[in-house]
């Protein structure tokens, strides 16, 4: 799969919605520490083999890190936004816990209430990964893979040779943009490899301008 674009275009509302989730978890984190230290206990699955206090210390570190990360680190939004998003999806199983186990906290003192919660974790965890621009750029490196490897597949029969020119891509990083009338360095010193020998150039052309073709 292609390398992840860490810092990609994002609109103004992804730049606030970003800005706003950090420091919502920054303030979350803050409390998990002080004043509502104890009430997240009750969110603590009883399975897991840790002192709840512990715990509720170690994901407020968490939260903490991860707001700080989500306002300040704009060159890594897309990494931030995943390991945000996967955090939302690690700590579900407590939301859940409090539901099932039918403990009141922070305000949530009915089974319905609690319930209600639940759904608010999936708009987290999509709002991680829109606000970050992620989700954008996970899914164009998950389609330009599949295009290169379909594109080079079709157009060259011997699959170490169209495995050459994939790796090339994954290493050049970036390749798929380039101009169908050149060929990029990475996939000449491809071409050269005893793999590709007798491979026509002019197949390359069109193996990546197909890959690069907007769909």
């Not at 700080?68 to 579900?92: C, D, E, N, P, Q």
């Not at 893979?145 to 379909?150: A, G, I, K, N």
């Not at 090339?168 to 020998?197: E, W």
């Amino acid at each position: 799969m292609n390398a992840l674009e860490a810092a990609p275009k994002t609109s103004t509302a992804q730049l606030f919605g970003r800005l706003l989730l950090g420091l919502m978890l920054l303030t979350t984190g803050v409390s998990h520490l002080t004043y509502f230290r104890e009430p997240f206990q009750s969110q603590v699955p009883p399975w897991v083999p840790l002192n709840p206090d512990l715990v509720v210390v170690l994901s407020g570190c968490v939260e903490i890190t991860l707001g700080l990360s989500l306002v300040a680190l704009y060159r890594r939004k897309t990494y931030v936004g995943i390991i945000a998003a996967l955090f939302f999806v690690a700590v579900f199983p407590g939301n859940i816990a409090q539901y099932t186990e039918h403990r009141a906290a922070f305000g949530l003192g009915t089974d319905a209430a609690r319930l209600v919660r639940l759904f608010f974790q999936p708009i987290l965890i999509a709002w991680a990964l829109w606000s970050t621009g992620a989700w954008t750029a996970l899914r164009q490196s998950s389609v330009r893979h599949d295009w290169l490897q379909s594109a080079a597949a079709a157009l060259f029969e011997r699959k170490p040779c169209s495995q050459k020119l994939i790796d090339a891509n994954v290493a050049g990083r970036g390749m798929l943009s380039f101009s169908s009338a050149h060929v990029p360095p990475a996939a000449l010193s491809a071409l050269q490899s005893p793999a590709c020998a007798g491979v026509p150039a002019s197949q390359a052309h069109r193996a990546f301008a197909s890959a690069a073709s907007p769909r």
